[in-house]
């Protein structure tokens, strides 16, 4: 079946403009969690959506946003860009969301802030 | 917070030979869940291995096998019969299994390890 699915997987932006990512779990899956990764800062929790819920949250500023929608797909947004924001972002779904269940990657969005 | 320490940023082994990879971590918590995850080029994170902090006996997934060491707070990864196809970014992960608050898939990672297969 199809992995997890990340679009757009390149793009480069300007300073202060805005990017909605897309992620598309496995088929069945629920939960849905994004990682934002960096050289210097490795790999960090953003947030996680189950059942179009938010569960939980990392240390980000409200500048970083996401939501959930019915059929388990996931956007994450960021408005006002900083430099720092260039990273990888990685999006992973498991079926219920609880610690036992196994989690999938997508391969990532590569953004670019210029 | 917990934190996942990796403190080897690069490792080499030779093709058909055996490298562990270490890994520690900080945490109050009894009931945890401990990963090792594979990001090759492609940059997609492949799970290795998993292991549940409840459980005495270590995981073990063909080639690879974990030391873990609840007391110490230590989890290595030993891989075995190395392939070239085992290069890649190697990280520690952790995921709480603290009930009924456990935060669900919020992992943390350590800052990882690259291995170099060398044939």
């Known amino acids: 079946k199809a992995g997890v699915t990340q679009t757009p997987r390149y793009l480069i932006k300007t300073r202060g403009q805005q990017v909605t990512l897309s992620c598309s779990p496995i088929?069945?899956?629920?939960?849905v969690s994004w990682y934002q990764q960096t050289p210097g800062q490795g790999l960090q929790f953003l947030f996680e959506y189950f059942s179009e819920t938010q569960r939980n949250k990392g240390n980000f500023p409200g500048r970083f946003s996401g939501r959930q929608f019915s059929n388990s797909r996931s956007e994450m947004n960021v408005s006002t860009l900083e430099l720092g924001d260039s990273a990888l972002y990685l999006c992973?779904?498991?079926?219920?969301?609880?610690?036992?269940?196994?989690?999938?990657f997508g391969e990532g969005s590569w953004l670019t802030v210029v | 917070a917990q934190t996942v320490t990796q403190s080897q940023p690069e490792m080499s082994v030779q093709e058909a030979e055996t490298v562990t990879l270490s890994c520690t971590y900080d945490t109050s918590e009894s009931d945890y869940y401990l990963f090792w995850y594979k990001q090759p080029p492609s940059r997609q994170m492949i799970l290795v291995i998993r292991?549940?902090?409840?459980?005495?006996q270590n995981a073990t997934e063909n080639r690879f096998s974990v030391n873990f060491q609840k007391a110490a707070k230590s989890f290595s990864l030993k891989i075995s019969d190395s392939q070239l196809g085992d290069a890649a970014m190697y990280f520690c992960?952790?995921?709480?299994?603290?009930?009924?608050?456990?935060?669900?898939?919020?992992?943390?990672f350590g800052t990882g390890t690259s291995l170099t297969v060398i044939p």
């Open positions: 292991q549940e902090a409840y459980k005495q």
């Open positions: 992973a779904s498991s079926l219920a969301g609880v610690p036992g269940n196994t989690i999938y």
């Open positions: 992960a952790y995921r709480s299994d603290r009930y009924p608050t456990n935060t669900g898939n919020q992992f943390y």
């Open positions: 088929s069945g899956h629920r939960s």
